[in-house]
């Protein structure tokens, strides 16, 4: 304290009052495992503090946007997205992609702009701080858990895990639950076993491509809470109406389920999502349509189910927390890239009419939606192919090491033209084929990112490529911007 001056004193005051005046956007940008968050909000960031080119980005395309840049985060007890090792990770020869999310991050990007308004102009340049904030799909999905008690969990959890799809990984499970008492006195290691079998059966129903009702979500992402007794707990059989009885086993699973909503989820909840005023939802649509019809049908119920905590009911709990404060959602379909320029619209009507369905199941009510096709990093270049008198529209990119197609197993280090197959003109035609495709009817393989230049010759960071990265951006943030 000592060697701060006043004039120090008077900066800082400035800068806070600055910043309180400062209008801010919290951006919630969320979605499951691998659906592309991390690659997302690096491209993102790197795209506004470079200006990029973002051609439908209306600010950037009125040539409004000043300049971007990164500040301190400001919530001091969330982790800063570590923005630049995951550039250093694309950026790096040869590039990998980073880590992928675990946890929740947050991060602010300031942006200065002109205003369209007289008033603003007239007082000089307009700044909007976004606040990125980046949090696993899998915590969204414990959402529904405040509004249930571990009956309730336990009865839905259970017909789950025994429901055809799942029986089988579900099995150690279902018969370690076959010889346990619920009434047996409580006991730690009986709880662990317990736990673990029900976690290895939600994980590995996880890899199975399973997107939906795979709650708790931090069995599955547990942050900081590995190996915490908050995630010791498992679904039991209860009989109906009675309490289980003092210091059995019953009693110890129904306690923990109580603290792990108190301690776990509701924190989640009051300090994050209650918080957001735009949301996107990554999703993975493309790797569900070619994994068939059990992945489609899972990633619908996972798109109802995750639509009911943005929108919930009029007279619902959740909208009674919620206070209706996100006002527009975007479901964005990642990955685009894997499929030549003719099937980007096709992408996007489908994701379309699976997000109208879900509303229309949903039965909610709220805020907007949209719906897009994107690659937030472009990793593939548009090329053709002959076969015989046939024009084919293939993309050129390096697959990363052991994707095989066609029996020709990559090693990484190699480029290749891939005819990864086109999605079908007419989008309820291709999601019904989706619906019922016992097989993949795409080829695809998965790609390394691109080599990408990090400064230009005159010094200034380089853009990145992508696909609709502009129009998502519009979307989210642009009325903020007028
Ligand atoms: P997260 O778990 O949601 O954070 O997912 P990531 O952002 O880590 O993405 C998971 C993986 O998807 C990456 O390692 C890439 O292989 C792939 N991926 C993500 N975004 C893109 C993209 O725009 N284009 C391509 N080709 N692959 C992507």
């Known amino acids: 304290m000592t060697d701060l001056t006043y ?28 659906a592309g968050k991390t690659v997302f909000i690096t491209a993102l960031v790197r795209n506004l503090v470079s200006g ?44 990998s992609w980073p880590d992928s999310t675990r946890r929740i991050s947050e991060l602010r990007v300031t942006i200065e702009y002109q205003s369209t308004s007289l008033l603003k102009r007239f007082v000089g340049l307009s700044k909007l701080h976004v606040d990125i904030v980046d949090y696993p799909g899998e915590w ?16 839905e959890a259970l017909a789950l895990a025994a429901a055809p799809e ?47 009702t795979l709650a708790p979500g931090r069995f599955l992402l547990p942050g900081d809470l590995e190996g915490s007794p908050l995630l010791t707990f498992f679904p039991m059989p209860l009989a109906s109406g009675e309490r289980p009885p003092r210091s059995s086993l019953a009693a110890m699973m129904m306690r923990r389920f109580e603290s792990y909503k108190s301690t776990v989820v509701k924190p ?52 009674l927390l919620i206070g209706r404060k996100i006002d527009r959602i975007l479901f964005a379909a990642t990955k685009a890239d894997h499929l030549p320029a003719s099937s980007h619209d096709r992408l996007e009507a489908i994701l379309k009419l699976i997000v109208d369905e879900a509303i229309s199941r ?16 472009r990793a593939t270049r548009e090329t053709t192919a002959k076969q015989g008198s046939e024009i084919l529209p293939c993309l050129r990119g390096t697959p990363i090491q052991g994707e095989t197609i066609g029996g020709v197993t990559f090693d990484g280090a190699t480029e290749a033209a891939i005819f990864p197959g086109d999605l079908p003109i007419d989008a309820a035609a291709a999601l019904s084929a989706a619906r019922s495709a016992k097989t993949a009817s795409l080829e695809l393989v998965r790609f ?11 010094g200034k960071p380089a853009a990145f490529p992508h696909i609709r ?8 943030v642009s009325d903020y911007l007028a």
């Open 7 to 34: 004039s120090d004193l008077i900066r800082d005051a400035q800068t806070r009052l600055g910043n309180y005046l400062t209008p801010c956007v919290r951006l919630g940008v969320t979605g499951l495992s691998r």
């Open 52 to 95: 990029g080119r973002l051609p439908f980005f209306s600010a950037d395309a009125e040539h409004r946007i000043v300049r971007a840049y990164l500040e301190p985060q400001p919530d001091d007890s969330v982790p800063r997205f570590d923005y630049e090792a995951h550039l250093h990770d694309l950026l790096s020869v040869p590039p």
């Open 140 to 155: 969204l999905i414990d959402l529904p858990l405040l509004d249930q008690d571990y009956r309730t969990f336990s009865t």
């Open 166 to 212: 799942r029986a089988e990984i579900a099995k150690p499970f279902l018969s370690f639950l076959a010889g346990t008492d619920p009434a047996a006195i409580e006991d730690e290691q009986i709880a662990m076993t317990g736990a673990k079998l029900f976690t290895d059966y939600l994980r590995r129903m996880r890899e199975s491509g399973a997107q939906s």
């Open 268 to 319: 989640f909840f009051n300090d994050h999502f209650a918080r957001l005023d735009r949301q996107i939802v990554l999703v993975d649509v493309l790797g569900a349509l070619n994994r068939g019809a059990a992945a489609v049908g899972d990633l619908e119920r996972a798109m109802t189910a995750i639509l009911k905590a943005f929108r919930p009911g009029a007279n619902s709990w959740l909208s």
């Open 362 to 377: 949903a039965e909610t009510e709220g805020a907007g939606v949209s719906a897009i096709a994107l690659a937030a990093l």
């Open 448 to 458: 390394a990112p691109p080599k990408l230049i990090d400064t230009l010759p005159d």
């Open 469 to 476: 990265l502009d129009r998502a951006l519009d979307f989210l």
